[in-house]
């Protein structure tokens, strides 16, 4: 499990903790039905809000996240096409290497074949 998903995991317990422990709280203390109802209106704006400010803070790390992995996903496309253009003209170069000793190599056998006689 990645650190960030633990830390997610643990700040997410701890609200639902926190908004159990609270209601909890309200609901065993000796208070009208109207008081009561307000702490509850209260404690679930606050949650709500609570939530909200999280779901914010998600949405921008993931929307930074996104933009840092396109970044070097287009960085890496770019290096490896690079790469593959160095790999790509150093077989060419090879090959016209190994073409020329080849026909050089052709020329010395056939005056070879020739100061010989055959």
């Given at each position: 499990?990645?650190?960030?998903?633990?830390s997610?995991?643990?700040?997410?317990?701890?609200?639902?903790?926190?908004?159990?422990?609270?209601?909890?709280?309200?609901?065993?203390?000796?208070?009208?039905?109207?008081?009561?109802?307000?702490?509850?209106?209260?404690?679930?704006?606050?949650?709500s809000?609570?939530?909200?400010?999280?779901?914010?803070?998600?949405?921008?790390?993931?929307?930074?996240?996104?933009?840092?992995?396109?970044?070097?996903?287009?960085?890496?496309?770019s290096?490896?096409?690079?790469?593959?253009?160095?790999?790509?003209?150093?077989?060419?170069?090879?090959?016209?290497?190994?073409?020329?000793?080849?026909?050089?190599?052709?020329?010395d056998?056939?005056?070879?074949?020739?100061?010989?006689?055959?």
């Amino acid at each position: 499990m990645s650190r960030e998903h633990s830390s997610n995991g643990v700040l997410l317990g701890a609200i639902v903790g926190g908004a159990i422990g609270a209601i909890s709280a309200l609901l065993f203390a000796p208070k009208s039905g109207a008081h009561l109802r307000e702490d509850l209106s209260s404690k679930f704006k606050e949650i709500s809000e609570k939530t909200k400010d999280i779901a914010t803070a998600v949405g921008q790390n993931t929307k930074e996240l996104a933009a840092t992995v396109g970044q070097n996903t287009k960085e890496l496309a770019s290096n490896i096409k690079e790469e593959a253009g160095d790999l790509v003209d150093h077989a060419k170069k090879s090959n016209q290497h190994i073409m020329e000793s080849f026909s050089t190599a052709k020329e010395d056998v056939k005056d070879g074949l020739a100061t010989s006689g055959r």
